[in-house]
């Protein structure tokens, strides 16, 4: 059987399999457990065959997402001592952020021909990214409009132990003075990907100022650090099914799948927000922009199912400079874009920070105007930069962002049971709109496709 029909036979198991649980599920029929228990194993025994002749890693990560989820279903208590696995892919992955963004940054900046360049592509991006993240913000404040998912809720007594530290409202002063590094060692260690950025570029400009003599040493040292840096990605992403498969039991086991049945009008309209956005914004973009779709759908699907599986944008990002690289877009703009859109360009938060604050009000019963509404998402889509590396960092900036406007907390008790669920599709489109907007400023700076590549693969076909 090839591989073709083999992907075909599973994916029909797979419908029939979740067809059957449905039925049982709303009592439409009941069938007997063991024998759901026995196909849906089956279905992933077949799943893990195919892997193993498919030798991909982006297979065996949706492999190990669905073996996750079914381990958290049948073997709940054994499945939440699997996060261990996820905090130890999360921990390598964040190993490699400081090193890679200031080697990848410094030798794109310093060996740049034209600084004046530089300075264009930064101002094209920052306008890139407010321009789209204030429409998802549009797009998430005309979601819960629509649906009322809010309305008529009973809030029930939280039930949760887990503590939720209030974050305090940040001043525009302060946003602004947490952009700069006050020491880079500190930065570093509490993994603020934007300072880290900010004294790369400082750094990598100073670099070029100098002469050819002083700077082709340090040139040469980032650059080795670089490759060795992509090399240790290669490295960690072999244990990514691991990582994201731990997640993904976690969630399951200490949640259950039941969890998707309630709040679901909540669940549904974020998530069909989200398709919206995808496909009235960031597909208008990329066909606008002449990106070829297929091939670019192939270079984010391994960086993307990493980031919904581990709730945590920092896990993609390595794998992501890696893929677009081969994807065609030169190093040093994927260096400076990339990470700059990890605090400037959250559409998924900014589009799930501006419908959960208006849920908010909506569950207890308070009557927001337009204006009072697109000051707070405005507030929030601020308080929001440089929280896409720390998974639910949202739920923290929408608690303090409430508590500052007056609305009560109790509401967000009520997000809280879903908001894994919900982090793993905001994420997604956080890292999707990350990885598009970086091919876009290519092709905007004439950037993309890289020639060098273009010039390398034309003399290995000679």
Not at 117 to 135: A, D, H, P, S
Not at 153 to 176: C, D, H, N, R, Y
Not at 365 to 378: A, C, E, G, K, P
Request: hydrophobic share 55%.
């Amino acid at each position: 059987m090839n591989k073709s029909v083999m992907g075909i036979t599973i994916s029909i198991s797979l419908f029939i399999a979740a067809t059957l649980n449905l039925i049982d599920g709303f009592g439409i029929f009941k069938f007997p457990t063991e024998i759901l228990f026995i196909l849906r194993w089956i279905v992933l025994a077949m799943f893990t065959y195919y892997g193993i002749k498919k030798k991909s890693l982006t297979t065996w990560i949706f492999i190990s997402m669905f073996i996750g989820a079914e381990l958290g279903h049948d073997f709940p208590e054994f499945a939440i001592n699997l996060k261990i696995f996820s905090q130890i892919f999360l921990r390598l992955i964040k190993t490699i952020l400081a090193p890679l963004l200031f080697s990848t940054l410094v030798v794109g900046i310093a060996s740049h021909p034209n600084l004046k360049q530089l300075g264009r592509m930064g101002i094209k991006t920052l306008l890139y990214f407010e321009v789209v993240t204030t429409i998802a913000l549009f797009i998430g404040l005309a979601a819960i409009n629509i649906s009322q998912a809010g309305v008529g809720i009973q809030l029930p007594k939280s039930e949760s132990t887990e503590k939720i530290e209030v974050a305090k409202p940040s001043s525009t002063s302060e946003l602004i003075l947490h952009v700069f590094p006050e020491n880079i060692a500190k930065s570093v260690a509490d993994g603020q990907i934007l300072q880290i950025v900010v004294f790369s570029i400082i750094f990598g400009i100073a670099l070029a100022m100098l002469n050819e003599e002083k700077k082709r040493p340090i040139i040469q040292l980032a650059e080795s650090l670089s490759e060795v840096m992509f090399k240790f990605t290669n490295i960690i992403m072999i244990f990514a099914p691991i990582g994201v498969g731990g997640a993904i039991a976690f969630t399951v086991g200490h949640m259950g799948l039941g969890v998707l049945l309630n709040l679901f009008k909540l669940l549904a309209t974020l998530y069909v927000a989200l398709f919206i956005f995808i496909l009235l914004v960031l597909l208008p973009i990329a066909l606008i922009a002449k990106v070829p779709l297929k091939k670019f759908i192939k270079a984010i699907a391994e960086p993307v199912s990493i980031a919904f599986a581990t709730t945590t944008s920092d896990a993609a990002l390595p794998k992501a400079m890696e893929n677009l690289e081969e994807f065609g877009i030169p190093r040093k703009v994927i260096a400076f874009v990339l990470p700059t859109g990890y605090t400037f360009n959250l559409d998924g938060t900014t589009l799930y920070l501006s419908l959960a604050s208006i849920f908010v009000a909506q569950a207890a019963n308070i009557t927001m105007s337009f204006q009072q509404q697109l000051i707070m998402v405005f507030t929030l889509m601020l308080t929001s930069k440089g929280v896409a590396g720390v998974p639910r960092a949202s739920l923290v900036i929408l608690l303090g962002t409430a508590t500052s406007f007056g609305l009560p907390v109790e509401p967000i008790f009520i997000i809280l049971g879903i908001d894994e669920l919900m982090d793993m599709a905001r994420t997604s489109v956080n890292v999707i709109g990350n990885c598009l907007a970086t091919v876009v400023i290519a092709k905007w700076e004439g950037e993309y496709p890289n020639k060098e590549l273009l010039e390398e693969e034309k003399l290995i076909l000679e």
